[in-house]
């Protein structure tokens, strides 16, 4: 199995701010890419960053670490 790093972050006055982390264990890429929407896609829908921030990108990065 391979550890993967999911990363929601953002760029903030020139700066990378991380907004979640979070360690997914897959078999595969394909697997933790799956996970890694579902997780995006949950925070986004439960946040409510773009009432007070419009205009702000929210990125998704997905990294092997093992």
Known sequence: MNKYE?????IIDGA??????AFLY???EDIA????????ET???NSNYTEF???I???R??????
């Not at 990378?16 to 982390?21: D, E, Y």
């Not at 990065?61 to 093992?66: A, F, S, V, W, Y």
């Open 57 to 59: 990108v929210v990125q």
């Open 6 to 10: 999911l990363r929601v972050v953002s």
């Open 26 to 28: 897959a078999n595969n």
């Open 43 to 45: 925070y986004q829908d």
């Open 53 to 55: 921030h419009e205009g």
């Open 33 to 40: 890419n799956i996970m890694a929407d579902n997780i995006f």
């Open 16 to 21: 990378l701010v991380v907004l979640l982390q």
């Open 61 to 66: 990065q997905l990294n092997l670490i093992e």
